[in-house]
């Protein structure tokens, strides 16, 4: 075939090269505007970024913050992990694949995350932390639960998603996934067109609340956009729901003190399926809808959250009072 959409292979191949520039010039200014903020934990062969701020010594609970899809650490900083940091330990993970961490073939596994997760943790030292996760984060913190809730303090739910939910993921999402197609939009059209619909896609995904001024810049949303991140977001979608299926039987098991919180007008995770079912299924768990919040209800409902998290503290506490060996 001599031509390609009109154009000769010559010119066809310049196209082609100048969308590689492109996308590699974006990929560039993104990591230069948001670079790593803490430190790299090597976990099983994977290099985990993690920011580990606050008090070392406090005698609260230190807390673990997990982030949801399409974002990194930055966003839960930003929303929770300062405040947090004022009185508590406080660690930030990239997922595997997100950010600046690593990924193994098996990374989209919910367990899998949940298992290097718990190995930084561990490699610095952290006991017995408060889990928290939001939208997908919730996810990996309830796997993160079922596998290691002996180790933990408590185990806080942001609009996670539990339980199955009707309909599939995103076109772009399942076009990444493609062998040959996947990657050449992943590489050609991505860098190139995500960022022009981005800032649209992040004040929907913030309704009916407002986005926090400079949001897409200081959380580092453009990260997204770069090849890898991108295959890698797109991967933790596809293959969510089986493994949602097949977990949400199991969380009579939980037995941590925990809390779920939602906004009763999240247009991404429904409460009523997600939140509300956990609410029934998690023995003594404390639920919360928050009325008039969207999905991102931990940046439009900080002190709410901040206060579930001191909620859980106290619960942690009464509970470790209550299995201490009297004294002799």
């Not at 790299?40 to 982030?67: C, N, Q, T, Y």
């Not at 998603?161 to 939009?185: C, D, I, Q, T």
Request: with cysteine; proline share 7%; hydrophobic share 45%.
């Amino acid at each position: 075939m001599s031509r390609i959409w009109g154009m000769t292979p010559v010119w066809a191949l310049a196209l082609v090269l100048g969308l590689l520039l492109i996308g590699g010039c974006a990929s560039w200014r993104a990591e230069k505007s948001a670079p790593p903020l803490g430190a790299f934990i090597e976990v099983d062969g994977e290099r985990l970024h993690v920011l580990d701020i606050g008090p070392k010594e406090s005698a609260l609970p230190p807390v673990v913050l997990i982030h949801g899809a399409s974002v990194n650490l930055r966003d839960m900083k930003l929303a929770l992990g300062d405040g947090l940091a004022k009185t508590r330990r406080v660690l930030l993970v990239d997922r595997p694949g997100r950010g600046y961490s690593s990924r193994p073939r098996d990374g989209w596994k919910l367990d899998r995350q949940a298992e290097l997760i718990h190995g930084a943790v561990e490699a610095l030292g952290v006991q017995r932390p408060i889990v928290l996760g939001q939208s997908f984060g919730g996810a990996v913190a309830l796997a993160y639960a079922l596998r290691y809730q002996d180790e933990m303090a408590g185990l806080v739910l942001l609009a996670p998603v539990s339980h199955e939910w009707p309909g599939g993921v995103a076109w772009y999402n399942r076009l990444s996934g493609w062998p040959v197609a996947g990657v050449l939009f992943r590489r050609l059209v991505i860098p190139v067109y995500a960022p022009l619909a981005a800032k649209g896609s992040v004040l929907k995904s913030f309704a009916p609340d407002a986005a926090p001024e400079g949001y897409y810049e200081a959380a580092g949303i453009p990260l997204l956009f770069r090849a890898g991140d991108f295959r890698s977001n797109a991967e933790d979608l596809r293959k969510l729901k089986p493994q949602i299926i097949a977990m949400s039987g199991r969380y009579g098991e939980i037995r941590i003190p925990a809390a779920v919180l939602a906004g009763d007008r999240d247009p991404t995770v429904s409460p009523k399926i997600h939140s509300a079912a956990l609410a029934r299924e998690i023995p003594g768990v404390y639920a919360e809808v928050l009325e008039g919040a969207g999905h991102a209800l931990h940046h439009s409902r900080t002190a709410r959250i901040l206060a579930a998290v001191e909620r859980i503290s106290g619960a942690a506490a009464a509970e470790s009072g209550r299995n201490a060996v009297p004294a002799r």
